[in-house]
């Protein structure tokens, strides 16, 4: 660890757990053991803030990835994790949930110094929702059945539908929300009897290895979750073609989930997908307008705008629009702009140079397209891979940087004079995430919600999420679900049972 990291944390006081976690050799977890890359190779784990090195990872060949396959069948295909009964499925993700909940303030600093994510909002939303997410789908291990029908086939028959596990679930997920992203996907899995393969991003895969030590200790059997580090260009695409994986679960960016999609269906493995977005949120005159203008700013800038459904586009009416976005400005000038350890912090450094210089380069663009810069615009001086918080305003939908995911905290903003236009403006685009209206009007709202085209209508609110209720994108944003009941089905094949009767 270099010392800038060092100082890093000791100025914010970390847990002594979480500097003994960072402090120590990372491994993979496969089969139940910790292991290197097979050809011994590492990369570097940058701290966002600091710009200095945290530690090193293994970066994992085809070959670990073979064995994290083969390690997670020989549990579905006849080990002891299949002979449990779903009870004791249960039991063990409520003992998961437990662990994880115990642990959490050490889970939150390794995601926030990992990511550069605010602490406080990691331990909030993050570790909060993982644990709600494992206990939610620990009920469900127990309430998974078929039906029995009653066919009109002439003959005397019972018939009824058995649910069955998918099989081994390949996991692939992005650095947004490490830890969080994983749970969506391991949940439903583990309590539907399946077993997993996980490649976190290779930019923030801690959180997962520290997640594995408490699955080993909540006595999970060896193989069912197997953590494999590395590049998406070597490990994801080994996952995406290995004919020992069932079912791919990948959330990411459209074009990478695009090739992932392609590799599946090759094998026909089945697959969800849960992509990118450009959500729109519509603002009309009848709004209560100090409490939208706080909403939509914390609906981009969160997470500084690295949020798959961000509200990132925001249609106004003409009638508010010059007193809306100076509301905006207003509210956003109070969010503080800090390191993630810092507890006032809410923008947060961008994951890594690379994105901080690509949405800098979006910046750039929309200022060439015509969109006139409004708010911020700017790095923030010294290190750290900073973007302060911009909104653009007077743009049009057939600017790049209204149609292009940016995936930084930029609002694009344009005013609108009927509610018809306000739609098919929000309906202009390739993707389908979510959409967010602000109004009192109900009658208005109601009649909007339909004629939405995405999986998700936030309504004078933003990224309101819950294990509960599904989550996934229309058109370019995705195929299938996660979390809710909805998620169980693309876990489970149904066998249709015929039995001739005397
Ligand atoms: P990304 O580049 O698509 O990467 C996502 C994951 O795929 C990473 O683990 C990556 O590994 C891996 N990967 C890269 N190339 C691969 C390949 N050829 N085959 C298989 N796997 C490959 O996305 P990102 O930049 O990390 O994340 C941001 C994107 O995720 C945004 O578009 C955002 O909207 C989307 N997202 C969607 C949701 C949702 O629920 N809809 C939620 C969060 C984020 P490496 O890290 O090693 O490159
Ligand atoms: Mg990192």
Known sequence: MDNKVK???????????????????????????????????????????TEAVLTRIPMGTAADLDRAVQAARAQFDGGPWSQLKPLERERLLHRLADLIERNGDELAQIESIDMGKSVEQARAVDIQGTIDTFRYFAGWASKIHG????????????????????????????????????????????????????????????????????????????????????????????????????????????????????????????????????????????????????AVANGVFFNSGQVCDAGTRAYIERSIYPQFLQALAEYTATLKIAPGL?????????????????????????????????????????????????????????????????????????????QEEALALANDSAFGLAAALYSNDLGRVHGLIP??????????????????MPFGGYKQSGYGKDMGAEQLEFLLETKAVWITLP
């Open 451 to 468: 004629q939405l085209r995405a999986g998700t209508v936030y309504v004078n609110a933003h990224s309101t999420l819950d294990p509960s």
């Open 147 to 294: 039906r029995t029908v009653e066919p009109s086939l002439p003959g005397n028959y019972l018939a009824y539908t058995r649910k069955e596990p998918v099989g081994v679930v390949g996991v692939i997920v992005p650095w947004n929300f490490p830890l969080q992203t994983m749970a969506w996907k391991l949940g439903a899995a583990l309590a539907t009897g399946c077993t997993v393969v996980v490649k976190p991003a290779e930019l923030t895969s801690l959180s997962a290895l520290r997640f594995a030590e408490l699955v080993e200790q909540a006595g999970i059997p060896a193989g069912v979750i197997n953590i494999v580090t590395g590049r998406g260009s070597v490990v994801g695409t080994a996952m995406s073609s290995h004919p020992g994986i069932d079912k791919l679960s990948f959330t990411g960016s459209t074009p990478v989930g695009c090739s992932v999609g392609k590799a599946s269906m090759d094998q026909m493995k089945r697959l969800t997908l849960e992509l990118g977005g450009k959500s729109p949120v519509i603002v009309f005159a009848d709004a209560d307008i100090p409490a939208a203008a706080q």
């Open 342 to 418: 810092d507890p006032d912090c809410f923008i947060s450094p961008m994951v890594s140079r690379k994105q901080q210089q690509s949405v800098l380069g979006y910046i750039a663009l929309g200022k060439e397209e015509g969109a006139q810069l409004y708010y911020g615009g700017e790095p923030v001086a010294g290190p750290g891979f900073y973007v302060q918080p911009t909104i653009f305003a007077n743009c049009r939908n057939d600017m790049r940087v209204v149609q292009e995911e940016i995936f930084g905290p930029v609002l694009v903003t344009q005013p609108f004079d009927s």
């Open 7 to 49: 100082d890093y944390l000791q100025a914010f006081g970390v847990l002594e757990a979480t500097q003994r976690f960072l402090s120590k050799p990372q491994r993979q977890f496969i089969g139940g053991a910790w292991v290197e890359a097979s050809d011994g190779a590492t990369s570097e784990v940058i701290e966002p803030s």
